[in-house]
């Protein structure tokens, strides 16, 4: 496995869970790590713990949904670094009024805004160095249900990671001769702060069964130290036991 160090990462959603510990993992494989999130609290939070270990953090508060500040975000990354080496598109929102008897059109646009065009908007922003250099990988953040039909991601969250899956296909299709590399990676249910907005959250116990956050982290690691003739453009992860689904 090749150690990171000297490369250049952008984190979206880095202010709290699966961004946050992807943020960290990488940092301690030597990357200089670009954090970026909305609330510039949780950014500050983040760039601690990753200076606790050992690692450079750069917190830059941006919202994804906001294509103009995600342009201006990466021209000032790029100004500074001259490159984006590894992009990781974490950011994303689900909505407690998920399912279709309650959910509204806003909302609808809300979710994919943060999950599907957000991601698109980094990635658009980044791929051109990366063509310039022959070298970039991007990886997206998507779910378990956009593999598996499930109830309890809702609408919205299922189709905009279903989608997302597919934008990152397209990335290796297209981008693989200019030796950029696309990678899926599908969580299974994993303890974050985005389980709040379930319309009933998990359980403490049905919570000791899922994934923790630090093991998407090391999976996100884990791609990013794979050598450039390796692609892996999708890996699941799956809690240890899968259970019954309630409708809730």
């Not at 709290?16 to 950014?43: F, N, P």
């Not at 001259?82 to 959910?103: E, H, M, S, T």
Request: with cysteine; proline share 4%.
């Amino acid at each position: 496995m090749n150690e990171l160090k000297g490369k250049i990462a952008w984190v979206t959603g880095g202010g709290s869970g699966i961004g946050q510990a992807a943020a960290v993992e990488l940092a301690k494989a030597g990357a200089t790590v670009v954090v970026s999130g909305r609330r510039a609290s949780a950014l500050a939070e983040t760039e601690s713990l990753i200076s606790q270990a050992g690692g450079k953090a750069e917190p830059h508060a941006v919202d994804v949904t906001d294509r103009e500040a995600v342009e201006r975000a990466a021209k000032a990354i790029l100004a500074r670094h001259g490159r984006v080496d590894i992009l990781v598109n974490c950011a994303g929102v689900n909505i407690p009024k998920r399912f279709f008897k309650d959910l509204a059109a806003a909302e609808w646009d809300r979710v994919v805004g943060s999950n599907l065009n957000g991601a698109l908007y980094c990635t658009l922003a980044v791929l051109p160095s990366m063509r310039e250099r022959r070298d970039g990988l991007v990886v997206n953040i998507g779910s378990w249900f956009a593999r598996y039909q499930g109830y309890v991601g809702g609408a919205a969250y299922n189709a905009s990671k279903q989608a997302l899956t597919a934008m990152t296909h397209q990335i290796n299709l297209e981008e693989g001769l200019h030796g950029i590399r696309g990678c899926v990676i599908h969580p299974g249910e994993t303890v974050t702060p985005m389980q709040r907005a379930r319309p009933k959250p998990p359980s403490p116990e049905d919570q000791a069964k899922m994934l923790k956050m630090e093991d998407l982290g090391r999976v996100v690691r884990f791609v990013a130290e794979s050598p450039a003739h390796v692609c892996c453009s999708r890996r699941r992860s799956s809690e240890g036991r899968r259970r019954a689904r309630s409708p809730t």
